[in-house]
């Protein structure tokens, strides 16, 4: 019988076929691709020494997989760690004392005022309850005796047990739910024909209203200087308007304000006025 060798070798006595039926073909010539196989039973040792050396080649590679691995999470911890310490050595160095440090977080923003902010624009039920949110609802704050002279303030300041372990401290309010009541009380100012009906705040007389409202202007004017924003933003031309308009949408770095919300509320022991 004939074969026609196929076009995997030009040599045909190297072709499989070839070899499959001359079993006389030196078998010396096939040792790159040779792998002898054990028999059952068979004590031979010969390819011992290949894979000890290859199990122990196949060790050491993922062993060192695994190290670089936990190197580099260890490192990326580290830096996390690293840079919330440094975070909070800039807060206390640079901030007023609070035990709401540790929650501080800064964010890279860029304003948006086409899309955000509108919830707390005008009046009504759901203005309202935004701005409650993030005001009214967080209540004060308690802090142990120890933060009294902390904070340079009279042993006559209001003392209030901690809502869960009972322990006498301070009660507290953080500066900026303060700003946000003030900052609220103007809008509904802005809006007095909806909110007058309503009481609250327009209740003790026009006299009172106005000395509370010149209070929370110069409540902001003083932290608006105080934090003093050194952000940038550009100006525009508007076709037919001879004055620059400005172009709000501009970078801050601003801190996480839901963070500090969150201390807030884990340590907040009420409000003391009922919201009318």
Known sequence: MAFKYTSLTRDPQRSPLYVAFNQTEKIEDFEDTYVPVRECGDSTQSDTPRSFSSAIKSYWIWALHTTLLLTSLTLFLFSQKARHCSTLDHVRQFSAWSPADTYV????????????????????????????EISYDVGDQWIPKSGLAKLGMPEYSLKVDHPVTGEEGYRVGIEVFHHLHCLNLLRKVTYKDYYEPLGGEFTAGPEALQHHTDHCLEVLRMNIQCTADIGLFT?????????????????????????????????SVGNMEALA
């Open 105 to 132: 977080r800064y964010n890279d923003v860029k304003y948006n005022f086409t899309r955000e902010g509108k919830k707390f624009v005008g009046y009504g039920p759901e203005v309202d309850a935004a701005w409650r």
């Open 235 to 267: 100006l525009y031309m508007v076709d037919g308007d001879p004055q620059a308009w400005p172009e709000l949408n501009s970078r801050h770095v601003c801190r996480d304000f839901g963070k500090i919300r969150d201390w807030a509320i884990e340590n």
